[in-house]
């Protein structure tokens, strides 16, 4: 059955700390995996990766894929309280759907 | 529009009662998605619409749920006789076409008293 497991499930930081955030996944046929941001309802799109080893980066935010050991990671650096959201990884396989893991929900405080 | 719009932003239904969530998309988007999302939760997957065809409703968690996009736009998500379990955010997303990302819309919030 296809899963995604993300750790951990919730982090408190102060602001400037850098924070690891971590998807592993099992999935039929990959295609490729997305890290979404949620803050209020609506999950807006943050990267998809679909090779391993090649890190996107946008701003202060990073991520990585290791197709082998089936897992990413996604990085903030310097943290600010607006990062304060639901970090969401899900994978897309060989159906149409994604699949979603719980999120980490992560707070930044001053 | 610019982005994935969905009606209402929130509904409070009464147990037994029907509802109605829409979802418009990104114009000239191909795919669609309904997602629930229950609290403390990842969005889990409903079901799937290629233009006008439902390619996939293996998510839809009983006979309640129907959900229709007749003309390849608009999508409609019903839910009859809703139950306090339904109680949850319904996100809609669309996509071009396989493989080019999703948008989501800000989702319905459903509480079911």
């Known amino acids: 059955e296809d899963k995604v497991v993300q750790s951990p499930l919730s982090l408190v930081v102060h602001e400037g700390d850098t924070v690891t955030l971590n998807c592993s996944y099992e999935v039929t046929n990959f295609r490729s995996l997305l890290w979404y941001k949620q803050e209020k309802k609506a999950p807006t799109f943050l990267f998809m990766l679909t090779s391993s080893g090649i890190e996107k980066k946008s701003g202060r935010l990073s991520s990585i894929l290791d197709k082998k050991e089936l897992f990413s990671i996604l990085n903030i650096t310097a943290t600010q309280t607006g990062d304060s959201a639901i970090y969401l990884c899900?994978?897309?396989?060989?159906?149409?759907?994604?699949?979603f893991g719980t999120g980490t929900r992560l707070q930044v405080f001053p | 529009g610019a982005g994935v719009s969905q009606s209402p932003r929130y509904k409070v239904a009464k147990r037994g009662q029907d509802v109605a969530l829409r979802c418009d998309p990104i114009?000239?988007?191909?795919?669609l998605f309904w997602y629930q999302q229950a609290l403390g939760q990842g969005p889990e997957f409903l079901t799937y619409?290629?233009?006008?065809?439902?390619?996939?409703k293996s998510g839809l968690p009983s006979d309640r749920f129907f959900a229709e996009r007749p003309e390849g736009s608009v999508s409609t998500l019903k839910i009859q006789r809703t139950q306090q379990e339904d109680s949850a955010v319904y996100l809609c997303?669309?996509?071009?076409?396989?493989?080019?990302?999703?948008?989501f819309g800000s989702g319905t919030r459903l509480t079911v008293v």
């Open positions: 899900a994978v897309e396989g060989d159906t149409d759907k994604l699949i």
């Open positions: 114009s000239g988007h191909v795919s």
């Open positions: 619409f290629q233009n006008e065809a439902q390619l996939d």
């Open positions: 997303a669309s996509s071009l076409h396989r493989g080019t990302g999703y948008t």
